[in-house]
């Protein structure tokens, strides 16, 4: 059972340009959050997903930033006109659909904005 | 909302030795879980170990255990046997009970395992 897939796994834009991040979650989980990790940080939420819906976005910025699950394909989360603050490792992770409580994680993308 | 403390920035321990990582946290929930998670040089995030509030008994997976005090909300990880792939940034999380709830970390611990 191949894990929590992202890609691409680095990310080069320059200031102004648009990040589109994709996550493939376990085979069988319905559930994906997004989390990003700043230089020497900790990971913080940002926006948790079922299939065609947004749960939680509470920790996703109001400007520029938009996430989707769709109901066949990837997860993707968007970020338009990046800003060097956006330069982060930003993690996927997903949980199967009855009850569970672990996340499992991806291995991240890194996105640099120059 | 839930905080989560670690105030260990960087540790360091000599191979085969023990090392604790202190957490602390804070909720007024009173059943949720709490993990510690390993994330090494390649960045990916491993789960080392988890623990549910409402069990009393201490978690353990092999040579890692926690020692896990509900009315001190404290979680602390013990690591046995310490080996140079222990290597990584120790990450304390929390979360709510009910699943499906997002994960609150800390700040981290940098542990180095000295040869």
């Known amino acids: 059972n191949a894990g929590v897939m992202q890609n691409p796994r680095h990310l080069v834009r320059r200031r102004g340009q648009e990040a589109r991040l994709r996550c493939s979650p376990m085979?069988?989980?319905?559930?994906v959050y997004w989390y990003r990790q700043l230089p020497e940080e900790g990971l913080k939420f940002m926006v948790y997903?079922?299939?065609?819906?947004?749960?939680?976005e509470s920790g996703m910025p109001k400007e520029r930033f938009s996430a989707e699950f769709p109901k066949e394909g990837p997860s993707i989360l968007r970020i338009q006109q990046v800003v060097r603050g956006d330069s982060a490792a930003y993690f996927c992770?997903?949980?199967?659909?009855?009850?569970?409580?672990?996340?499992?994680f991806g291995p991240g993308t890194r996105l640099t904005v120059t | 909302a839930q905080t989560v403390t670690q105030s260990q920035p960087e540790m360091s321990v000599q191979e085969a030795e023990t090392v604790t990582l202190s957490c602390t946290y804070d909720?007024?929930?009173?059943?949720?879980?709490l993990f510690w998670y390993k994330q090494p040089p390649s960045r990916q995030m491993i789960l080392v170990i988890r623990?549910?509030?409402?069990?009393?008994q201490n978690a353990t997976e092999n040579r890692f255990s926690v020692n896990f005090q509900k009315a001190a909300k404290s979680f602390s990880l013990k690591i046995s046997d310490s080996q140079l792939g222990d290597t990584a940034m120790y990450f304390c999380?929390?979360?709510?009970?009910?699943?499906?709830?997002?994960?609150?970390f800390g700040t981290g611990t940098k542990l180095q395992v000295i040869p």
């Open positions: 623990q549910e509030a409402y069990k009393q």
């Open positions: 909720t007024s929930e009173s059943n949720y879980y």
């Open positions: 999380a929390f979360m709510n009970s009910g699943g499906y709830q997002k994960v609150t």
């Open positions: 997903l079922q299939k065609e819906n947004i749960i939680d």
């Open positions: 085979k069988g989980h319905s559930h």
């Open positions: 992770a997903s949980s199967p659909p009855a009850g569970y409580y672990e996340q499992y």
